[in-house]
């Protein structure tokens, strides 16, 4: 198998996990599953669901695209890797700063 291919299908299924989350939290209004938050202190818990659920979703399509970008652009793998770290990374900051508007 194509390692590019191989890497792809390992970012894919990566990605899995981000969806289901960002659907349970998002879409279900889960917020239970925020790890470290206290449900009560939360003012708005539907902005607060569907911010969490969003960025969530947003990671997982930064991770389905490094994967993407790694198949067609084997050559550039470092670039692209370094780009998409560096944009999870921005997502999540931009989380949990998101996050404290919700708390009181």
Request: charged share 10%.
């Amino acid at each position: 198998m194509d390692s590019g291919l191989f890497i792809f299908i390992v970012m894919l299924l990566a990605a899995v996990p981000l969806y289901v989350i960002a659907y349970l939290i998002g879409v279900k209004k889960r917020i239970g599953l925020i790890s470290g938050l206290n449900p009560d202190r939360v003012a708005d818990k539907d902005a607060l669901a569907r911010w969490v659920g969003l960025m969530t979703f947003l990671m997982g399509v930064v991770t389905i695209l490094m994967g993407l970008g790694v198949y067609l652009f084997i050559g550039e793998t470092l670039t692209i890797v370094l780009v998409g770290v560096a944009l999870i990374s921005a997502l999540s900051i931009a989380l949990i700063v998101g996050i404290q508007r919700y708390v009181s």
